[in-house]
C-alpha cells in the first residue's frame, strides 16, 4: 500500500503593478479605502493579504497563498476586483484602470517582515525614487530579465 505525502507549503508573493500609463489617481484621501478592499479580495480567495500599499500610481501587495493558486491568477483578482470597486465607489475615478502586466517576486518567510516594512514606508521610499526606477530594481534584484520596450507598455 503506497501512501501520499501530505503537501506543506507556505507561498508568500510580492505584487507590483501601475496605473495606466503610471496616472496618479489613488490619492491618499482614499488610499486606506483601496489598499484595505484588496485585502478583502485576497480574503474572499482564501488567500492573506499581509501588507498592501503604495502611492499614487502603483500598488504593492504582499499575499500568502495556498500553492494551487498561480501569481497570475491572484494578480487578475485584485487588479479586476479593485478596478471595478472603485469604478463604483469612486464616480470621478471611472476611467481608473491597471497596467496590463504586473511584477510578482517571491518572497521567503524570513524576508517578509522586510517587505512588509518596505510597502508601509512606500511614501517615504518615493520621494527619492520613481516607480520605474524602483520597478526596474526589483527586477534587477530578482534576477529577472527584462525588456525595456516592454516594460512599461
Avoid at 502611492?55 to 501569481?71: F, R, W
Wanted: glycine share 6%; charged share 20%.
Amino acid at each position: 500500500m503506497n501512501i501520499m505525502a501530505n503537501t506543506y507549503s507556505h507561498c508568500y508573493n510580492h505584487i507590483v503593478f501601475s496605473t495606466k500609463n503610471r496616472v496618479d489617481l489613488i490619492t491618499p484621501d482614499i488610499e486606506d479605502r483601496v489598499w484595505a478592499y484588496i485585502g478583502g479580495i485576497a480574503r474572499k480567495h482564501n488567500m492573506t493579504a499581509i501588507q498592501v500599499g503604495g502611492i499614487d500610481n502603483h500598488a504593492h501587495v504582499l499575499t500568502s497563498s495556498p500553492p494551487s493558486v498561480a501569481p497570475s491568477q491572484i494578480a487578475q483578482w485584485i487588479k479586476g476586483g479593485s478596478s471595478h470597486w472603485i469604478h463604483n465607489e469612486f464616480h470621478h475615478l471611472n476611467k481608473l484602470a491597471w497596467q496590463d502586466g504586473f511584477g510578482v517576486f517571491a518572497v521567503c518567510k524570513s524576508h517578509a517582515s522586510k517587505v512588509v516594512e518596505y510597502i508601509k514606508n512606500q511614501r517615504k521610499h518615493h520621494e527619492n525614487q520613481t516607480f520605474e526606477e524602483e520597478y526596474r530594481q526589483l527586477l534587477t534584484l530578482h534576477e529577472i530579465e527584462y525588456d525595456e520596450r516592454y516594460l512599461f507598455g
